[in-house]
């Protein structure tokens, strides 16, 4: 219960601030909230007019026998009802394209926004909560932005309207009703705080929905494979059972308030009917104006309770707004570097370098020193997280060193600007990421000034048009989400392409060939030899077959180097490196 408190005080307590934020992306839209306001308060003066016609229509019309009311009325009735509707549709469609506006915007800031992030957020974030927050939070906004204040502006309206009139015709009986103002005031605020905390966690229900979702859809053929049917199941039905629950919670605070508000007016209406017989009070009051101010406190219920079922939307949006402020807040990938650089040549250089991943205790890489000259490749081998692929994850400032320095043609990365340094890199790693488009759009990926004649050349290199000539649609074949039309082997050919076209001075290989069949990998090898040709190489390596001409191998446990030498030198010295090189020897003759 003190958690759920604290959660109370901490969702309500950014609520004037969180909607000043809010307030900035309707700036843009002054103009059409002013045709919108315009058409809600036209739509409920209408309404609110048509009740102060009751008393005359029944103390002239009817009590006196004067039908000229009447027949006044019948001509106007159809003018006025479709002027009621024009005046509904300026309110409700425009507010409801000030509310598209808003939620395209906050997308697509939403998404810019993810693509500059550092790496280490998108590791620490699953990409289901992150997606969830571009469909379903911006969707909570928009209703925020258009629905509640589509009601707010109307219903309110209206509601000042009826008070008008009932004032005009009867002040005494009137006044009752302002006597519930209050405790209608205090029930809607501390409603708002419980709709606002419930909000927030529908919201965080709706993630590990979408994560669930995603992960067993990309995991398919795992769950198939080993029969995790049943458990993903049982894992499914707890989230979306949660997801269920708070829903009925924001269900029951809505269901909760409406009724206590409208019991509220229901004991005004009763304290009104019985003023109104008393002595005093009929002698004022005619049939006419008792009949308006009744019908006038009964219309107010509606209204009430549509403003109280809005103030729902109004905070599933401001949670929903705190959700998307809290990543558009996020520090995005820091570039401290000034110096613009073209293209180097290739030396790089590791002194004393050591580093810990945020999250982390021990450090990944410890005192790290290493030079690679230019044109010259150096391998890393060594067990699975032993610090490996960090390095190439800090020579592209994924990751930034704490301690020592890395240099590139001996200048430190830091000083460079980080698009200018990743444009010396060219990565292709054992997760090749493709995207849902052709084999050529993918090959010249964010590739600038570059032709079909250079693609085709680039695809050749990497054997990539030996199986694209079998396709029917040649290089415009779609290769479906990350690639999943293709085999392995077509994915990496695809990613070495992308890496021949960049033309970049340092080549990053992360195993790109330790998971594919002995003929894909003949081929994949001989392009990786192509592409390493006249380029600085850095290796990550599973296979040792793959490095034995390495002018350079790092054996590395633990994060240090415990070893370092060309292939001949480290199986002479008979340490790690020699016992790992025998033991796939073995196991490379037993297959």
């Known amino acids: 219960m003190n958690n759920e ?23 843009d839209f002054k103009f059409a909230f002013v045709v919108a306001i315009f058409g809600m308060i036209g739509y409920a003066s209408i309404d609110a007019w048509i009740f102060s016609q009751l008393q005359p229509i029944i103390d002239e019309s009817l009590g006196q026998q004067n039908y000229q009311n009447l027949r006044i009325a019948a001509y106007f009735v159809v003018p006025i009802f479709v ?20 939620v395209m915007r906050m ?7 993810y693509i500059h992030l550092p790496v280490s957020y998108h590791d620490n974030h699953a990409s289901g909560g992150l997606i969830s927050k571009v469909i379903y939070d911006t969707e909570q906004v928009s209703a925020a932005a258009s629905k509640a204040l589509l009601t707010l502006v109307r219903e309110g309206a209206f509601v000042i309207g009826l008070l008008t009139v009932m004032f005009y015709y009867s002040w005494q009986l009137s006044l009752v009703f302002l006597l519930i103002g209050p405790v209608v005031a205090v029930i809607v605020s501390v409603v708002s705080k419980r709709f606002r905390m419930v909000s927030k966690n529908i919201q965080q229900a709706m993630g590990d929905l979408t994560s669930s979702v995603e992960q067993v859809i990309k995991g398919h053929k795992v769950v198939l494979m080993f029969g995790g049917q049943k458990q993903e199941k049982v894992r499914f039905n707890d989230k979306n059972n949660n997801n269920r629950q ?4 924001l269900i029951v605070a809505r269901i909760l308030s409406v009724a206590s508000i409208q019991v509220l007016a229901s004991i005004a209406l009763a304290v009104v009917l019985y003023i109104s017989s008393l002595p005093a009070m009929v002698e004022e009051l005619t049939p006419g104006i008792f009949t308006t101010v009744v019908v006038c406190m009964t219309m107010l219920l509606k209204p009430l309770k549509q403003l109280t079922t809005v103030n729902s939307e109004f905070q599933r949006g401001m ?8 990543v558009l807040d996020q520090d995005e990938e820091a570039d401290k570097g000034q110096r613009s650089v073209d293209r180097l040549k290739g030396k790089i250089t590791f002194n004393d370098v050591t580093f810990t991943y945020p999250e982390g205790q021990t450090p990944a890489l410890k005192s790290i020193s290493f030079d690679v000259g230019v044109g010259q490749t150096c391998a890393l081998v060594g067990r699975s997280g032993s610090g490996k692929s960090t ?5 592209t400032r994924f990751y930034n060193h704490q301690h020592g320095d890395i240099l590139l043609d001996d200048i430190p990365i830091a000083d460079i600007k ?9 990565l292709v790693s054992q997760h090749v990421t493709l995207f849902n488009d052709t084999i050529e759009n993918n090959i010249a990926y964010a590739a600038k000034n570059v032709s079909r004649e250079q693609v085709l050349k680039a695809a050749k290199i990497a054997h990539v048009e030996e199986f694209v000539e079998l396709l029917p649609e040649g290089y415009n074949t779609m290769v479906g989400e990350n690639g999943l039309k293709l085999s392995g082997g077509q994915r990496q050919r695809i990613a070495i392409a992308r890496a021949i076209l960049l033309d970049a001075p340092i080549l990053i290989l992360d195993e790109a060939t330790s998971a594919l069949d002995t003929e894909s990998e003949r081929l994949i090898q001989d392009a990786l030899d192509k592409l390493q040709q006249d380029r600085t190489s850095i290796v990550v390596a599973h296979r040792l077959s793959t490095i034995e001409n390495a002018d350079q ?4 446990e633990q994060g240090q180097i415990i070893e370092r030498g060309d292939h001949t030198s480290l199986l002479a010295q008979n340490g790690a490196y020699s016992q790992l090189h025998s033991l796939q020897f073995s196991e490379g003759k037993k297959d």
């Open 5 to 27: 408190t604290k959660q109370l005080m901490n969702s309500s307590s950014p609520q004037p601030s969180l909607f000043r934020r809010f307030s900035v992306y309707l700036k």
């Open 83 to 102: 002027l009621r509707g024009l005046f509904n549709f300026m309110g409700t469609y425009t507010l409801s394209w000030i509310g598209n506006q808003v």
């Open 107 to 113: 997308r697509q800031q939403l998404f810019e926004k």
């Open 246 to 249: 708070q829903n009925m919670k």
């Open 319 to 326: 949670a929903a707004c705190s959700s998307v402020f809290a």
């Open 391 to 395: 390095i190439s994850s800090l020579l």
């Open 418 to 426: 980080l698009t200018d340094l990743r444009k010396q890199f060219a």
């Open 553 to 556: 191998i790092l054996v590395i």
